[in-house]
């Protein structure tokens, strides 16, 4: 998940919408942080699934590009009219529970919601993705089965083939690096007990790791096989949606995960200090704001 916390860095309206729109991700991370959720690794896809780098996963061809383009404007529309509205009220939320000090039973609820705005964003997409899709050539079927063959190994250097010590640093990191983004750098105490939040979490990456490469390699079959858009439509939403496919054991761990997050975080939070909680709500309004921004009629947020 943490591939899509980035600093705004790019020009273009299409680009402003793809990095402040995963920004709110980061509310989830409070949350999510260190945990691996289907919603965290689909949300990494936001790019293709608006269409705004289409290019990098399946190659299109010039009129490819146009109908997708196309769809993309049109998707991206409906997501700042219906969309955006939601995650700006959770956002709000957020700075409103700094205030406080929410217990762990709020702050799941809290998640909770956002993880089910986050499978709505996914869903809205799908039907452009399937459509798109289900127009590729072999070769550029082949393309695709490339790129994620790519991203496979970037996971796999990345999560799996790791050492213990390493792979733990490097999990600390980003999590404390999660949180600092919203706080500012922590104490030593409150990193030690972040350090322990996270480590409390069991390890999902081969887990998740072999769903991935189940629901890759059910979406090539049925595109190498010529399937309509329809079809892959509901292949999409089985897999990415209902969560089909995926261990149960790892689902429930999931669930387990998502209970000790809370619970740890109702300990840390009032540990924050009074500058923290200031800069920190400050972020969660101004995120808002930028959001608030995109659904101006002429913010041009719709050009992919």
């Known amino acids: 998940m943490h ?42 896809r936001l790019d293709l699934l608006l269409g705004l780098e289409a290019d990098s996963w399946l190659d299109l061809d010039a009129d490819q590009k146009s109908s997708f383009r196309l769809a993309a404007r049109e998707r991206i529309e409906q997501n700042r009219r219906d969309e955006l509205p939601r995650y700006i009220g959770l956002l709000e939320i ?66 799996l083939d790791v050492p213990p010590d390493r792979f733990r640093g490097a999990r600390l990191k980003r999590s404390r690096e999660a949180v600092e983004r919203w706080t500012g750098r922590l104490d030593a105490a409150q990193r030690e007990r972040l350090a322990a939040l996270v480590d409390a979490i069991p390890d999902g990456s081969a887990a998740w790791n072999r769903y991935s490469l189940a ?65 920190a709500t400050r972020e969660f309004l101004d995120l808002a704001g930028d959001l608030r921004e995109l659904q101006r009629p002429d913010s041009q947020g719709a050009a992919p």
């Open 3 to 44: 591939r899509v916390f980035k600093a705004l860095r790019h020009a273009s309206p299409a680009a402003r919408l793809r990095d402040r729109l995963p920004r709110a991700c980061l509310l989830g991370c409070l949350l999510l942080v260190g945990a691996c959720s289907v919603v965290g690794a689909l949300y990494e």
């Open 94 to 159: 957020a700075a409103l529970r700094l205030e406080d000090s929410p217990d762990a039973a709020t702050l799941l609820a809290d998640a909770e919601s956002l993880r089910l705005a986050l499978r709505d964003t996914i869903r809205r997409s799908l039907p452009m993705v399937a459509d798109t899709l289900a127009r590729l050539r072999p070769e550029q079927i082949e393309y695709f089965a490339e790129q994620l063959e790519k991203s496979n190994a970037e996971y796999t250097e990345e999560y």
């Open 215 to 279: 629901w890759q390699q059910a979406l090539l079959a049925e595109l190498r096989a010529g399937t309509d858009s329809p079809r892959l439509l509901r292949l999409m939403e089985h897999w990415w949606i209902t969560d089909a496919g995926m261990d149960p054991v790892y689902v429930e761990q999931l669930e387990t995960n998502r209970g000790l997050i809370a619970s740890a975080l109702a300990e840390l939070l009032p540990t924050l200090s009074e500058r923290q909680r200031a800069r």
